[in-house]
Protein backbone atom coordinates (compact mmCIF):
# COMPACT_ATOMS: atom_id res chain seq x y z
CA UNK A 1 0.00 0.00 0.00
CA UNK A 2 1.51 3.28 -1.04
CA UNK A 3 0.93 6.80 0.87
CA UNK A 4 -2.39 7.49 -1.05
CA UNK A 5 -3.53 4.41 0.81
CA UNK A 6 -4.78 5.27 4.47
CA UNK A 7 -6.58 3.10 6.61
CA UNK A 8 -6.88 2.36 9.92
CA UNK A 9 -4.21 0.42 11.31
CA UNK A 10 -4.55 -1.72 14.25
CA UNK A 11 -4.13 -0.12 18.12
CA UNK A 12 -0.61 -2.24 18.62
CA UNK A 13 0.92 -1.10 15.44
CA UNK A 14 0.10 2.19 16.13
CA UNK A 15 3.89 2.59 18.08
CA UNK A 16 5.41 1.44 14.99
CA UNK A 17 3.92 4.47 12.78
CA UNK A 18 5.39 7.08 14.45
CA UNK A 19 9.35 5.26 13.23
CA UNK A 20 8.66 3.58 10.41
CA UNK A 21 8.39 4.97 6.63
CA UNK A 22 5.27 4.69 4.72
CA UNK A 23 6.45 1.64 3.12
CA UNK A 24 6.72 -0.63 5.80
CA UNK A 25 3.48 0.39 7.31
CA UNK A 26 1.91 -0.45 3.87
CA UNK A 27 3.52 -4.65 5.38
CA UNK A 28 1.88 -3.85 8.99
CA UNK A 29 -1.74 -5.30 8.88
CA UNK A 30 -5.07 -2.75 8.42
CA UNK A 31 -8.77 -2.89 8.55
CA UNK A 32 -10.63 -1.34 6.46
CA UNK A 33 -13.25 0.22 9.01
CA UNK A 34 -13.47 0.77 12.60
CA UNK A 35 -16.04 -1.60 14.91
CA UNK A 36 -17.48 -0.58 18.64
CA UNK A 37 -17.77 -4.32 19.21
CA UNK A 38 -14.39 -5.51 21.21
CA UNK A 39 -12.66 -8.31 19.69
CA UNK A 40 -12.20 -11.51 22.05
CA UNK A 41 -9.30 -12.28 23.50
CA UNK A 42 -8.17 -15.42 21.32
CA UNK A 43 -8.80 -18.41 24.46
CA UNK A 44 -12.07 -17.66 24.01
CA UNK A 45 -12.72 -18.38 20.31
CA UNK A 46 -13.08 -21.92 19.24
CA UNK A 47 -12.81 -23.22 15.87
CA UNK A 48 -15.15 -24.81 14.03
CA UNK A 49 -14.83 -28.60 13.79
CA UNK A 50 -14.83 -28.59 10.14
CA UNK A 51 -12.09 -26.05 9.41
CA UNK A 52 -9.78 -27.36 12.00
CA UNK A 53 -6.14 -27.31 10.36
CA UNK A 54 -3.72 -29.88 10.58
CA UNK A 55 -0.33 -28.86 12.58
CA UNK A 56 -0.08 -25.55 15.26
CA UNK A 57 -0.50 -22.03 13.97
CA UNK A 58 1.30 -19.35 16.47
CA UNK A 59 -0.30 -15.75 15.66
CA UNK A 60 0.02 -12.32 17.43
CA UNK A 61 -3.03 -10.90 18.68
CA UNK A 62 -3.69 -7.27 20.40
CA UNK A 63 -0.11 -7.48 21.55
CA UNK A 64 0.10 -11.00 22.72
CA UNK A 65 1.28 -14.46 21.49
CA UNK A 66 -1.03 -17.37 20.76
CA UNK A 67 -1.19 -21.11 19.22
CA UNK A 68 -4.49 -22.46 17.16
CA UNK A 69 -4.22 -26.60 17.60
CA UNK A 70 -7.36 -28.38 16.53
CA UNK A 71 -9.90 -26.30 17.60
CA UNK A 72 -8.54 -24.09 21.01
CA UNK A 73 -6.41 -21.86 21.00
CA UNK A 74 -3.45 -21.58 24.10
CA UNK A 75 -1.95 -18.10 25.37
CA UNK A 76 1.68 -18.09 24.98
CA UNK A 77 2.61 -14.75 25.89
CA UNK A 78 -0.04 -11.92 27.25
CA UNK A 79 -2.22 -9.46 25.67
CA UNK A 80 -0.92 -5.79 25.71
CA UNK A 81 2.94 -7.05 25.74
CA UNK A 82 3.83 -5.66 22.60
CA UNK A 83 4.51 -9.00 20.55
CA UNK A 84 4.55 -9.86 17.06
CA UNK A 85 5.92 -11.62 14.34
CA UNK A 86 6.53 -15.59 15.30
CA UNK A 87 9.15 -17.04 13.48
CA UNK A 88 9.24 -21.24 14.08
CA UNK A 89 13.04 -22.24 14.18
CA UNK A 90 14.02 -24.31 12.07
CA UNK A 91 14.22 -27.37 14.33
CA UNK A 92 10.61 -26.73 15.10
CA UNK A 93 11.71 -26.54 18.88
CA UNK A 94 10.72 -23.09 19.51
CA UNK A 95 10.18 -19.70 18.55
CA UNK A 96 11.56 -16.45 17.31
CA UNK A 97 9.04 -13.37 18.45
CA UNK A 98 9.77 -9.42 18.46
CA UNK A 99 8.74 -7.60 21.12
CA UNK A 100 7.68 -3.54 20.73
CA UNK A 101 8.08 -1.50 23.74
CA UNK A 102 6.05 1.83 24.21
CA UNK A 103 9.00 3.70 24.40
CA UNK A 104 9.62 3.44 20.69
CA UNK A 105 12.05 0.59 19.79
CA UNK A 106 11.70 -3.13 20.00
CA UNK A 107 13.57 -6.07 20.22
CA UNK A 108 14.08 -10.07 19.31
CA UNK A 109 13.75 -12.69 21.22
CA UNK A 110 14.14 -16.83 21.40
CA UNK A 111 11.01 -18.40 22.85
CA UNK A 112 10.26 -22.06 23.62
CA UNK A 113 6.82 -23.46 21.93
CA UNK A 114 4.81 -22.85 25.44
CA UNK A 115 6.41 -19.27 25.13
CA UNK A 116 9.17 -18.97 27.66
CA UNK A 117 11.37 -16.37 27.42
CA UNK A 118 14.64 -18.53 26.78
CA UNK A 119 17.04 -15.71 25.94
CA UNK A 120 17.20 -11.81 24.37
CA UNK A 121 19.06 -11.53 21.25
CA UNK A 122 18.91 -7.81 20.63
CA UNK A 123 19.22 -4.61 22.66
CA UNK A 124 17.87 -1.33 21.40
CA UNK A 125 16.55 0.50 24.51
CA UNK A 126 18.07 4.05 24.25
CA UNK A 127 19.87 3.15 27.85
CA UNK A 128 21.98 1.77 25.44
CA UNK A 129 22.94 4.85 23.25
CA UNK A 130 22.66 8.35 23.09
CA UNK A 131 20.36 11.49 21.63
CA UNK A 132 23.51 12.47 20.10
CA UNK A 133 24.56 9.42 17.96
CA UNK A 134 21.99 9.17 15.15
CA UNK A 135 18.89 9.50 17.24
CA UNK A 136 17.96 6.85 20.61
CA UNK A 137 16.16 3.98 19.90
CA UNK A 138 16.35 1.16 17.11
CA UNK A 139 14.57 -1.03 15.46
CA UNK A 140 14.52 -4.56 14.78
CA UNK A 141 11.84 -6.79 13.05
CA UNK A 142 11.04 -9.51 10.17
CA UNK A 143 13.79 -11.99 11.82
CA UNK A 144 14.17 -15.00 9.75
CA UNK A 145 16.35 -18.10 10.11
CA UNK A 146 18.16 -20.08 7.32
CA UNK A 147 20.52 -22.56 6.01
CA UNK A 148 23.04 -22.90 9.21
CA UNK A 149 21.02 -21.08 11.74
CA UNK A 150 21.64 -18.08 10.01
CA UNK A 151 19.73 -15.31 11.26
CA UNK A 152 18.49 -12.32 9.15
CA UNK A 153 16.95 -9.10 10.30
CA UNK A 154 15.69 -6.21 9.35
CA UNK A 155 17.28 -3.23 11.42
CA UNK A 156 16.96 0.70 11.23
CA UNK A 157 20.89 1.30 10.45
CA UNK A 158 22.84 3.37 8.88
CA UNK A 159 20.56 5.86 9.55
CA UNK A 160 19.31 7.97 6.03
CA UNK A 161 22.13 9.47 4.56
CA UNK A 162 25.55 9.87 7.23
CA UNK A 163 26.81 13.04 5.20
CA UNK A 164 24.08 14.72 5.86
CA UNK A 165 24.02 13.78 9.86
CA UNK A 166 21.45 16.85 11.11
CA UNK A 167 18.71 15.40 8.57
CA UNK A 168 19.50 11.79 8.83
CA UNK A 169 19.56 10.20 11.57
CA UNK A 170 15.92 9.88 13.08
CA UNK A 171 14.22 8.51 10.18
CA UNK A 172 13.94 4.38 10.01
CA UNK A 173 14.75 2.94 6.85
CA UNK A 174 15.75 -1.18 7.33
CA UNK A 175 18.49 -2.44 5.62
CA UNK A 176 18.88 -6.53 6.16
CA UNK A 177 21.40 -8.22 8.20
CA UNK A 178 22.98 -11.63 9.30
CA UNK A 179 24.40 -13.05 12.05
CA UNK A 180 24.63 -16.77 13.62
CA UNK A 181 21.82 -17.21 15.37
CA UNK A 182 22.36 -17.10 19.09
CA UNK A 183 25.88 -16.36 18.58
CA UNK A 184 26.30 -12.49 18.86
CA UNK A 185 24.41 -9.73 20.99
CA UNK A 186 22.80 -7.56 18.45
CA UNK A 187 22.86 -4.00 19.58
CA UNK A 188 23.78 -0.26 17.58
CA UNK A 189 27.19 -0.86 18.68
CA UNK A 190 27.46 -3.93 17.25
CA UNK A 191 25.68 -3.20 14.13
CA UNK A 192 27.28 0.29 13.60
CA UNK A 193 30.90 -1.67 13.64
CA UNK A 194 30.29 -4.20 11.66
CA UNK A 195 29.41 -1.66 9.09
CA UNK A 196 32.39 -0.04 10.04
CA UNK A 197 34.19 -3.13 8.45
CA UNK A 198 35.00 -5.39 12.22
CA UNK A 199 34.41 -9.08 11.63
CA UNK A 200 32.31 -9.43 14.80
CA UNK A 201 30.05 -11.80 13.07
CA UNK A 202 26.91 -9.44 12.02
CA UNK A 203 27.50 -8.50 8.20
CA UNK A 204 25.38 -6.48 6.59
CA UNK A 205 23.30 -7.98 3.62
CA UNK A 206 21.55 -4.66 1.74
CA UNK A 207 21.32 -1.27 1.36
CA UNK A 208 17.79 0.34 1.58
CA UNK A 209 16.37 3.09 -0.25
CA UNK A 210 16.32 6.01 2.00
CA UNK A 211 13.09 7.48 3.03
CA UNK A 212 10.84 4.62 1.89
CA UNK A 213 10.88 1.98 4.87
CA UNK A 214 13.75 0.31 3.49
CA UNK A 215 14.23 -3.72 2.84
CA UNK A 216 12.22 -5.74 4.67
CA UNK A 217 10.78 -9.56 4.72
CA UNK A 218 13.58 -11.87 4.26
CA UNK A 219 13.30 -15.51 3.29
CA UNK A 220 16.53 -17.62 3.16
CA UNK A 221 16.53 -20.02 0.25
CA UNK A 222 17.43 -23.38 0.70
CA UNK A 223 21.21 -22.39 -1.06
CA UNK A 224 21.91 -19.67 0.96
CA UNK A 225 20.46 -16.86 -0.99
CA UNK A 226 17.78 -14.73 -0.21
CA UNK A 227 14.31 -12.84 -1.21
CA UNK A 228 13.54 -10.10 0.32
CA UNK A 229 11.06 -6.96 -0.14
CA UNK A 230 12.35 -3.56 -1.34
CA UNK A 231 10.44 -0.72 -1.18
CA UNK A 232 11.11 2.04 -3.60
CA UNK A 233 9.79 6.01 -4.47
CA UNK A 234 8.87 7.17 -7.94
CA UNK A 235 12.98 8.13 -8.26
CA UNK A 236 14.21 4.76 -7.96
CA UNK A 237 11.98 3.32 -10.74
CA UNK A 238 13.09 2.75 -14.02
CA UNK A 239 9.71 2.62 -15.31
CA UNK A 240 7.55 5.53 -14.32
CA UNK A 241 3.75 4.09 -13.09
CA UNK A 242 0.79 6.33 -14.15
CA UNK A 243 -0.94 8.25 -11.44
CA UNK A 244 2.11 7.74 -9.24
CA UNK A 245 3.32 10.72 -7.50
CA UNK A 246 6.77 11.56 -6.11
CA UNK A 247 6.26 10.45 -2.87
CA UNK A 248 4.40 7.26 -3.03
CA UNK A 249 5.81 4.00 -2.54
CA UNK A 250 5.23 0.61 -4.14
CA UNK A 251 7.07 -2.43 -3.23
CA UNK A 252 9.17 -5.27 -5.35
CA UNK A 253 9.92 -8.59 -4.35
CA UNK A 254 13.67 -9.29 -5.01
CA UNK A 255 16.34 -11.62 -4.33
CA UNK A 256 19.89 -11.57 -3.73
CA UNK A 257 20.83 -8.38 -2.62
CA UNK A 258 24.08 -6.33 -2.16
CA UNK A 259 24.84 -4.96 0.66
CA UNK A 260 26.06 -1.52 -1.24
CA UNK A 261 25.36 2.35 -1.46
CA UNK A 262 23.55 3.90 -4.21
CA UNK A 263 25.36 1.54 -6.86
CA UNK A 264 23.39 -0.07 -10.22
CA UNK A 265 22.26 -3.84 -9.53
CA UNK A 266 22.56 -3.48 -5.76
CA UNK A 267 18.66 -4.47 -4.85
CA UNK A 268 19.87 -7.58 -7.08
CA UNK A 269 17.25 -9.65 -9.23
CA UNK A 270 13.45 -7.98 -9.41
CA UNK A 271 10.87 -11.28 -9.30
CA UNK A 272 7.82 -9.02 -9.30
CA UNK A 273 7.39 -5.66 -11.18
CA UNK A 274 7.06 -2.53 -9.20
CA UNK A 275 3.65 -1.63 -10.61
CA UNK A 276 1.98 -4.98 -9.03
CA UNK A 277 3.16 -3.68 -5.78
CA UNK A 278 3.78 -7.05 -3.99
CA UNK A 279 5.87 -8.21 -0.58
CA UNK A 280 4.91 -10.30 2.00
CA UNK A 281 6.90 -13.23 0.17
CA UNK A 282 6.27 -16.37 1.69
CA UNK A 283 7.85 -19.72 0.15
CA UNK A 284 6.51 -23.55 0.54
CA UNK A 285 9.09 -25.64 1.98
CA UNK A 286 10.27 -26.97 -1.62
CA UNK A 287 10.84 -23.62 -2.55
CA UNK A 288 8.75 -23.74 -5.62
CA UNK A 289 5.83 -21.66 -5.14
CA UNK A 290 5.62 -18.29 -3.53
CA UNK A 291 2.95 -16.53 -1.91
CA UNK A 292 2.64 -13.01 -1.90
CA UNK A 293 0.20 -9.74 -1.12
CA UNK A 294 -0.17 -7.97 -4.39
CA UNK A 295 -1.98 -4.29 -4.94
CA UNK A 296 -4.30 -5.00 -7.90
CA UNK A 297 -5.32 -2.13 -10.56
CA UNK A 298 -8.66 -0.31 -10.36
CA UNK A 299 -9.97 1.69 -12.70
CA UNK A 300 -6.59 2.44 -13.84
CA UNK A 301 -4.99 3.01 -10.51
CA UNK A 302 -3.94 1.06 -7.74
CA UNK A 303 -6.65 0.58 -5.23
CA UNK A 304 -6.29 2.23 -2.02
CA UNK A 305 -8.45 0.03 -0.39
CA UNK A 306 -7.36 -3.67 -1.40
CA UNK A 307 -4.35 -6.30 -1.69
CA UNK A 308 -5.03 -9.60 -3.36
CA UNK A 309 -3.34 -13.11 -2.56
CA UNK A 310 -1.14 -13.93 -5.06
CA UNK A 311 0.68 -17.48 -5.84
CA UNK A 312 3.22 -18.11 -8.24
CA UNK A 313 5.97 -20.78 -9.10
CA UNK A 314 9.51 -19.73 -8.08
CA UNK A 315 12.62 -20.90 -9.77
CA UNK A 316 15.95 -19.86 -7.80
CA UNK A 317 17.77 -21.15 -10.67
CA UNK A 318 16.85 -18.52 -13.04
CA UNK A 319 15.76 -16.03 -10.99
CA UNK A 320 12.28 -15.91 -12.05
CA UNK A 321 8.51 -16.69 -10.79
CA UNK A 322 5.47 -18.06 -13.44
CA UNK A 323 2.87 -15.93 -13.96
CA UNK A 324 0.55 -13.94 -11.11
CA UNK A 325 -2.47 -16.42 -9.93
CA UNK A 326 -4.89 -13.74 -7.46
CA UNK A 327 -6.11 -16.72 -5.20
CA UNK A 328 -7.88 -13.95 -3.10
CA UNK A 329 -9.50 -10.77 -4.26
CA UNK A 330 -11.90 -8.11 -3.08
CA UNK A 331 -10.55 -7.68 0.21
CA UNK A 332 -7.47 -6.68 1.81
CA UNK A 333 -5.25 -9.94 2.02
CA UNK A 334 -2.07 -10.22 3.64
CA UNK A 335 0.56 -12.29 5.55
CA UNK A 336 0.26 -15.85 4.03
CA UNK A 337 2.33 -19.09 5.04
CA UNK A 338 2.62 -22.25 3.50
CA UNK A 339 1.72 -25.56 5.57
CA UNK A 340 3.97 -28.45 5.76
CA UNK A 341 3.04 -30.42 2.73
CA UNK A 342 2.88 -27.10 0.46
CA UNK A 343 -0.52 -26.83 -0.87
CA UNK A 344 -2.28 -25.04 1.34
CA UNK A 345 -1.90 -21.08 2.69
CA UNK A 346 -3.21 -19.11 5.73
CA UNK A 347 -3.68 -15.74 5.72
CA UNK A 348 -5.17 -12.72 7.49
CA UNK A 349 -7.94 -10.58 6.09
CA UNK A 350 -10.69 -8.52 7.53
CA UNK A 351 -14.25 -10.11 8.50
CA UNK A 352 -17.44 -8.94 7.16
CA UNK A 353 -19.10 -6.44 9.60
CA UNK A 354 -16.22 -5.99 12.19
CA UNK A 355 -13.10 -5.96 9.88
CA UNK A 356 -10.87 -7.24 12.38
CA UNK A 357 -8.15 -9.42 11.04
CA UNK A 358 -9.18 -13.31 11.14
CA UNK A 359 -7.10 -16.18 9.72
CA UNK A 360 -8.41 -17.58 6.70
CA UNK A 361 -7.40 -20.88 4.91
CA UNK A 362 -7.35 -21.73 1.32
CA UNK A 363 -7.04 -25.49 0.59
CA UNK A 364 -5.10 -26.92 -2.57
CA UNK A 365 -3.06 -23.19 -3.02
CA UNK A 366 -0.48 -24.57 -4.96
CA UNK A 367 -3.06 -26.12 -7.29
CA UNK A 368 -5.27 -25.65 -10.67
CA UNK A 369 -7.93 -25.80 -8.45
CA UNK A 370 -7.55 -23.99 -5.34
CA UNK A 371 -10.69 -24.14 -2.98
CA UNK A 372 -12.63 -21.18 -2.16
CA UNK A 373 -11.34 -19.09 1.20
CA UNK A 374 -12.71 -20.19 4.61
CA UNK A 375 -12.71 -18.21 7.47
CA UNK A 376 -10.99 -19.92 10.72
CA UNK A 377 -11.57 -17.37 13.38
CA UNK A 378 -13.84 -14.99 14.43
CA UNK A 379 -13.95 -12.06 16.32
CA UNK A 380 -10.04 -11.87 16.86
CA UNK A 381 -7.58 -8.92 16.48
CA UNK A 382 -4.80 -10.41 14.24
CA UNK A 383 -2.02 -7.94 14.00
CA UNK A 384 -1.45 -8.70 10.49
CA UNK A 385 2.17 -9.97 10.91
CA UNK A 386 2.40 -13.47 9.63
CA UNK A 387 1.56 -16.70 11.29
CA UNK A 388 4.07 -19.27 11.46
CA UNK A 389 2.43 -22.78 10.86
CA UNK A 390 3.96 -25.92 12.41
CA UNK A 391 3.14 -29.36 10.71
CA UNK A 392 3.12 -30.94 14.12
Given at each position: ???????????????????????????????????????????????????????????????????????????????????????????????????????????LYELSLNGTIEKQLSHDSSTRVTATDHGQDDWIYYPAVGPGNTLYFSYD????????????????????????????????????????????????????????????????????????????????????????????????????????????????????????????????????????????????????????????????????????????????????????????????????????????????????????????????????????????
Open positions: MSRRRRVVTIALLLVLMAGFGVGVNRYLASRTRLTDAPAQSPTQVHVAPQLVLPGTVYFADNGGLFALHGTRVTQLRAQGGGWTQPVLLPNGGGLLAVKVTTNYYSDYPKGDKRDLPQCCYQVDFSIWKTALGSTEIDRAAVRAAFNGAQNGISQVSWANYYTGGDVSPVPLLDGGLLYVDYETSSYLSTPIPGMGAGDEVSQIRMDPKPLYDVAGSSGTPLTQPADDCAQPALNPAQTEIAMICTPTVNGAASPIESDLVVASFDEQTGTIGPLHRLVTGTMAASPAWSGNGQDLIYEAPAAGNGYFQLWYVKGAASATPAEPKQVTTNLNLDGSAPAWSPS
